[in-house]
């Protein structure tokens, strides 16, 4: 059973645009939201994180949308440049449960000069 | 410089013999895991361990063991690999697990069993 659902799967952007991934959840009980980003040949390295307290969170190009009735968040890459292009996974995991993250499938992002 | 390290990067092996990938940590982090990376599956947690000699299984954890007799070290054990564990293996630490629980993976270790 995947507690996390993501899409796309994979994704084009072409540079300067915006980029959208989405995720869903089905744990109410989940209270931190983040999203790791993964290059080719490396380990995933976090990238953003929210909690469901606030409804937005933005980091330079960066933005976590979320939403808590709908139980979904999303990532927004404004201004997308080739060197975003990796794969960007979601997960959600219950402060202070020892099991930490369920990640979702991954989105692959590719943004073209 | 603050890292997980594993060993080795990439790993080719036959079904049925056994095979052990390290995993240290310099962070002094309490929390280690490990997960397993197929394409369309996401990153699916094999086993946790919240401190020296304390480990649980995650979701995935059939055809392992892991063992923490030290707090930098966190090693994934293979006692008779088979074809479906052919996958991409990422260790991972993190200080505490309350918020936030920033989880610092390593390099990765590509694992092929035939």
């Known amino acids: 059973q995947q507690q996390v659902k993501q899409s796309p799967q994979s994704l084009i952007v072409q540079k300067g645009g915006i980029s959208i991934i989405n995720c869903a959840y089905e744990?109410?009980?989940?209270?931190?939201f983040p999203w790791y980003q993964q290059f080719p040949g490396k380990g995933p390295a976090l990238l953003i994180a929210i909690r469901p307290d606030v409804s937005e969170k933005k980091e330079g190009r960066f933005t976590i949308s979320f939403n808590k009735s709908a139980k979904q968040f999303s990532l927004h890459i404004m201004d997308s440049q080739p060197g975003d292009s990796a794969t960007y996974f979601c997960?959600?995991?219950?402060?202070?449960?020892?099991?930490?993250?369920?990640f979702g499938s991954g989105t692959q992002l590719t943004v073209l000069p | 410089e603050a890292q997980v390290t594993q060993n080795p990067r990439y790993l080719i092996t036959v079904t049925g013999k056994k095979l052990t990938v390290t995993c240290s940590q310099n962070?002094?982090?309490?929390?280690m895991s490990w997960y397993r990376q197929d394409p369309g599956l996401g990153l699916r947690q094999i086993y946790y361990?919240?401190?020296?000699?304390?480990?649980d299984k995650g979701d995935v954890p059939e055809g392992y063991k892991v063992s923490r007799k030290e707090k930098r070290n966190f090693p994934l054990i293979l006692e008779s690999p088979s074809p479906n564990q052919t996958s991409l293996y990422f260790c991972?630490?993190?200080?505490?697990?309350?918020?936030?629980?920033?989880?610092?993976f390593g390099p990765g270790t590509r694992l092929t069993v035939l």
């Open positions: 361990s919240m401190n020296v000699e304390v480990t």
């Open positions: 962070m002094n982090h309490e929390y």
């Open positions: 991972a630490s993190s200080p505490t697990n309350s918020y936030p629980n920033e989880q610092f």
């Open positions: 997960a959600a995991s219950v402060s202070g449960s020892a099991r930490q993250l369920t």
């Open positions: 744990n109410t009980a989940f209270d931190y």
